[in-house]
């Protein structure tokens, strides 16, 4: 098939794009090379020169239309990225991510196309704090925790007499509360594309992505994943900074496994119009990846765990995948280990600008830490 793939020279699209060229599929990418992911505003080394390359911008939308022509699917990938960030460049996180995914959707209803699928790259952050169980069993969904109760370094959710919330895997269904603009943004991309979808017959997946990890991370990006600004500080020799007491948790899911689950909801019918979850179901501390991290990297770095915190951050976060299991046979198979060692043997090869201060007293002196 004749495949577009937006943001298809960053680190996800890269993988998927050689997962297509690989099954024999004719494969477009879309990407504006942004200099935040790409420092020299170049393709990149890893770059699959098999692809069909076009440097654009989804905020322009006849360069887009130009993508598009011919292209019987589309993964759009193609965003701005960091939730710290659009807190304070809203303009060009709604702009980039809302307005891009309209111009998309915009040409998809107005104009011929001959696009039979649209699988759109989802975030998880859209649960906000995720799914907590009370003593009684009763599931919820909890808001932001209190200021007042974060100054007095008491990290967990507690309900409303105080009694412990346990952390429990989030489903599709559960609530969603965005609480940074990135989340709202990414779940504009996943409503808009649903809903014009269903209303012109074009058959949309949303994957909401987890916390990804992997080769080809943009390592001095200090807006980007945890473990690419871990890998930055220690390549550096600067100790990985953690907020709060490092037992805050992720869902850690390795690039491959996002790609499988890109290709499932390409080929199965049964993901047409669905939402899902792409993660392994496991939750990891965040003191737990840096301590691993330094072990691969064979550097006696201890983090620094500094007991402060940053506006919005959320406890913990980890995906109930019953539902892409049960309908579309994904199986999370890289595991935390093996997918450690790749990506710290990867990144020998890559020089890393450690930038986590500048982008740290950025924060600060908006107010956001």
Known sequence: MKILVTGGAGFIGSFLVDRLLKEG??????????QQVHPAGEKPDYFNSEAEFIKGDTRDIDCLRRAIKGQEVIFHLAAAVGMGQSQYRIKHYVDVNTGGTANLLELLANEKHSVKKLVVAASQTCYGEGCYKKNDGTLVYPGLRPEEQLKRREWEHVDEESNPLTPMPTPEDGARRCWAVYALTKRDQEDLSLGIGR???????????????????SLSNPYTGVMAIFMSRMSNGNQPVIYEDGLQSR??????????ANILAMEKEEANYEVFNV????????LDVARALSEFYNADIEPEVTHTYRKGDTRHSFADISRIRSKLGFEPKVTMKDGLQELVEWSRGIKAED????????LSAKGLT
């Open 25 to 34: 599929h004719k494969v477009r990418v879309f990407d504006n090379l942004d």
């Open 199 to 217: 209303a012109y017959d074009i058959p949309v997946t949303a994957l909401r992505f987890f916390n990804v990890y992997g080769p080809r991370q």
């Open 251 to 260: 869902d850690f899911i390795s690039v491959h496994d996002i790609v499988e």
């Open 279 to 286: 993660g392994t179901g496991v939750p990891t501390s965040i």
């Open 355 to 362: 930038h986590f201060e500048k982008a740290a007293k950025e």
